[in-house]
Every structure is written in structure tokens, then in C-alpha cells.
């Protein structure tokens, strides 16, 4: 699960201009090595935890021990248990769900009871058979729900000029217009005071899919009002849940209005931290046009799902229920992940990171910058704390911790040095570079790599040389595509996303 760059450090670690790279594969998540419940031994300065039983001291006056990350002397407490061998690779268990509360996982999401917020765009631009190809996919899902996570609930909610909450009865439990979608507390409030059964998808999709299929196309585009309702509403359940977003045009209505409104963008950035800090996971389906005049604005509506660990679907009417099947597959391993990467002094300790829920085939990269000119130690110790909600409810904490040997030869490091690690975080790096509309600051940074490993004996050298040549090309050939086209950001930020998240496994 944790994997670096560097088999070794250098002891003058500004030398080599090689990055100092880490990274963690969420696809080891499922493996639990050992699992403890209670809680670690942290370190009152720097927030290491003891992970080595050797730095422990055992004295007349009780136990102690030294941080191997800042060297500060920490005193057990006498009333804490520890493991024989607590080990490199071990979880904790550190907030236990109630057992009246407990869920099951499930082939879709994070438990039987995950709550579902499909937020849909009815506005008239959907009228020329999108919305059909929409109420078929959706009709599937919520059979595939029906059968395979039957304790899930399921909500509907759809926008035009007006924005509709209906249960499935199909009756409009909540119609919103005018001023009020102009107002922040105002919807809240309204979702907030709004009751609503979300009651078990295996006693109500039928019902679903009746409302469904009498959904018809209306008016303009109350997206950014619909997509704060859909957020209020699973702010109101324990551990939030997931939002699926889908629309064909641009926001031009109310709150997030980005036709006209400088504050639109701003909006969107406000909702995905409201997201975050409501546990809800979003995704974004854009069904683009026809004749690729859409302006869906992909690039602004993609950051919800990319803060929070969703994904994004640019995709054209015929391709509609493909996304869905995909969005059905998806499993999130944990939610309301965050990451902390701790270090001696010989690096900067990177700022933590939230990334919201994780599906197995993502990779988090941490790149170090080193703090001094030589290094003092013989060995350098970096951990990773992963603390995350599994699938039952649980709130557990991974945590991993590695160390490298020092060398004086920049040879011998050399040769302990794996390229695709960095290479697939400059890949990454690329895709955030591409996602903001920067294509030549993304090739750059390709380019930089590749001149870097090109000059040095390291291992997977020509593996990671040709990716870097490819990955430059696509960006080239994705540029000349999109060209002048309405539609490029909302193109350019899927492609992007998905660079963004790529994995080492995907690249060699």
C-alpha cells in the first residue's frame, strides 16, 4: 500500500534532482495485516505514531519512548495496553459503529443503507430524447439496487426553472421557485424542514420507477439550487451518502447561475466543501451535445466530484447507460478519507489531505521536499496515517511506516531509485495542470521529468521514459480534437480528471 520513489536517501539530499516521491494504493485497503481496537500511541509533538516496540523503555519510573520522526521523549501512560509486535502495516479501530447500526457491504457503495440523491435535469434542452435515454438508464439502477443492495434508499430530485423533491409516490413533497432560489438558507431551510421516507429501496423501486417515467421536460436550468437541496438532504443522515448529479446544459438559474453571474464559480467551490464536510460523495454526469455546442462547464461542475472523490461522465445520449452501468460497479472501500504523511527533519512535512471516498484502483502521491543540506541519520523514517469510515461504519486508522537506509553515493541511490513511481505522479500533476485549461504547463511537467530520469541510471528508466513521450502526445492529440469547440472545458476537464487519478497499475 505505501510505495516510494527512493529505495534510499541521500545523505547531501539536495544533490540529486531526482523527486523524493510516496504513495499510497488504496487497493491494499482491503487487506488488513493486523487490526487493533482501541487507540495508538501518538507522539505529543509531531503526531507520529509508535509503530517500532524496540524505542520502548522500560524504567523504575514506567515506559517511555523517543518519536523516531522528531526525537521527543513521550511517556506511556501506565493504563495503556500495547500490542506484542505492533508492526509497519497495522489498523486501528478507533470509533466502534453501535451494533444496533451496523451495515453490510454491498456490490454498490458503502452499505446496505447507503442513501442515493439522484439530482436530474428536466430543463427543456433535455427534450430531444437525452431525457428518455436518462429515465431507462435510471430505471436500471434502481433494479440493480432492488436486487443487489435492497436496503439502500433512494431519493429523487429534479430541476427546471423550478426545483421538484418527490417520494415515491410520485408526489412533489417540495417545489421550489422564484426568489427563494436565490437564497442559501432559504433552501436549506426548505430540505431541512421537508419530510421525507427514505425508506428501503426493495419496498419502493417499482414506485421509483413509475415517477421516473412520468418525468417530462420543462424550462431553464435551476441546477445550482437542485444541487444544494440534494446536499442538505443527506446532510440530515448519520455519515452522509451519495449524490448523483446529471444534466445536459449550463447552470442559468438561481444560485450557481453561470451564464450570468461572476459569483457562479465561487458557488461550486462552496458546495464541494459542503460536501466534505457532510460526507456526501458526488458524481457528475454531463450528456454533451450532438454537434459538441454544449457548455455544460464540466470544468467548474467536475471539482464537486473531484474534492470528494467521485468521478466525472462526459458522455454523449447513445452513452448515457453506459455511465450508469459504471456508476453502478463502483465500490468505495472508505469514506471521508484523510491522509497525513509524517517525516523526520530531513524532509518538510507535506499538509494533509482530504480526499473524500476512495475506490480501490486509486493512488494518493506525496511528493517530499527535503529540509537540509545533509542528513544526520542513518535511517530516515516516514509514515502515512490513513483515517477513514469502512464500509460498516466504523471510523479505523491505517497506518503505515517505512524506512530508508542513508547513502553517500549518488550512484548507490541511484540505482535503489524506481521511476515509475515519480512518473506516474507527474502524470497526476499533468492532469491537474490540464484540468485548469493548462496544456503546455502540463506538458512541461512531463518534459521535466523525462529529461531528468533520461540523464540517470535508474531503474524502469525506458518504461518511464515511454510513458512520458505518450502521455505528452495524448494531451497533444486531446488539444487538436477539442479545438474551438463550445464544449472543450467540459471535454478537457473528463479527460483530465481521469489522468488525475490514474495509477501506477494503469500506467505499466
Not at 69 to 79: E, S, Y
Not at 431 to 445: D, F, I, L, Q, V
Amino acid at each position: 500500500m505505501f510505495k516510494k520513489s527512493f529505495g534510499n536517501v541521500l545523505k547531501k539530499c539536495k544533490d540529486t534532482k531526482l523527486p523524493y516521491v510516496t504513495s499510497l494504493d488504496f487497493h491494499s485497503l482491503k487487506k488488513k495485516e493486523k487490526v487493533i481496537e482501541g487507540i495508538p500511541v501518538v507522539c505529543t509533538s509531531c503526531g507520529g505514531i509508535l509503530t517500532k516496540a524496540s524505542l520502548i523503555e522500560t524504567t523504575k519510573l514506567g515506559r517511555s519512548w523517543n518519536c523516531e520522526f522528531c526525537g521527543t521523549l513521550n511517556i506511556i501512560a501506565a493504563d495503556v495496553t500495547l500490542p506484542e509486535d505492533i508492526g509497519d502495516d497495522i489498523e486501528w479501530i478507533i470509533e466502534k459503529k453501535p451494533e444496533d447500526d451496523i451495515t453490510v457491504e454491498t456490490k454498490i457503495g458503502t452499505g446496505t443503507k447507503e442513501y442515493i440523491v439522484a439530482v436530474i435535469d428536466v430543463s427543456g434542452s433535455m427534450d430531444d430524447g437525452k431525457l428518455e435515454a436518462v429515465k431507462h438508464s435510471l430505471t436500471q439502477s434502481l433494479k440493480d439496487l432492488k436486487m443487489n443492495a435492497p436496503h439502500s434508499r433512494f431519493t429523487l430530485i429534479a430541476f427546471s426553472t423550478e426545483v421538484f423533491l418527490f417520494n415515491a409516490n410520485g408526489e412533489k413533497v417540495l417545489e421550489l421557485e422564484g426568489d427563494v432560489l436565490h437564497s442559501i438558507n432559504g433552501i436549506e431551510k426548505a430540505f431541512t424542514k421537508t419530510k421525507l421516507d427514505f425508506s428501503p429501496i426493495s419496498d419502493t423501486a417499482e414506485k421509483w420507477i413509475s415517477t421516473i417515467s412520468q418525468l417530462r421536460p420543462l424550462n431553464y436550468t435551476s441546477l445550482g439550487p437542485a444541487l444544494l437541496g440534494g446536499i442538505t438532504l443527506l446532510g440530515r443522515v448519520d455519515g452522509g451518502g451519495r449524490l448523483i448529479l446529471l444534466t445536459d446544459g449550463l447552470a442559468n438559474e438561481g444560485l450557481g447561475n453561470l451564464e450570468s453571474s461572476a459569483t457562479g464559480k465561487k458557488f461550486y467551490k462552496e458546495m464541494a466543501k459542503k460536501c466534505i464536510d457532510k460526507q456526501v460523495n458526488c458524481e457528475v454526469v454531463g450528456i454533451a451535445a450532438e454537434d459538441d455546442s454544449s457548455r455544460l462547464a464540466l470544468d467548474v461542475l467536475g471539482r464537486l466530484a473531484d474534492e470528494t472523490g467521485g468521478d466525472i461522465f462526459y458522455v454523449t445520449m447513445a452513452e448515457v447507460q453506459k455511465a450508469f452501468e459504471q456508476l453502478r460497479k463502483r465500490e468505495y472501500l472508505g469514506r471521508d478519507v484523510n491522509i497525513r504523511v509524517i517525516t523526520d527533519t530531513s524532509f518538510t512535512t507535506p499538509a494533509p489531505m482530504k480526499v473524500g471516498a476512495v475506490t480501490e484502483d486509486r493512488e494518493i502521491f506525496f511528493e517530499l521536499e527535503t529540509a537540509e543540506e545533509e542528513v544526520k541519520k542513518r535511517e530516515v523514517p516516514i509514515q502515512a496515517q490513513v483515517t477513514y469510515i469502512d464500509s460498516e461504519g466504523n471510523k479505523r486508522l491505517r497506518v503505515l511506516t517505512s524506512r530508508s537506509a542513508v547513502v553517500e553515493e549518488e550512484v548507490e541511490f541511484n540505482k535503489a531509485y524506481d521511476a515509475r513511481v515519480a512518473t506516474t505522479n507527474v502524470v497526476q500533476a499533468a492532469g491537474g495542470s490540464y484540468y485548469e485549461g493548462n496544456a503546455e504547463e502540463a506538458k512541461e511537467r512531463l518534459k521535466e521529468l523525462k529529461d531528468t530520469l533520461a540523464k540517470q541510471d535508474v531503474k524502469f528508466q525506458a518504461e518511464a521514459l515511454n510513458v512520458l513521450d505518450e502521455q505528452a502526445a495524448e494531451i497533444e492529440e486531446e488539444e487538436a480534437e477539442i479545438a474551438d469547440k463550445a464544449a472543450a472545458p467540459s471535454a478537457r476537464a473528463a479527460k483530465a480528471l481521469k489522468r488525475k487519478r490514474t495509477s501506477e497499475e494503469d500506467l505499466f
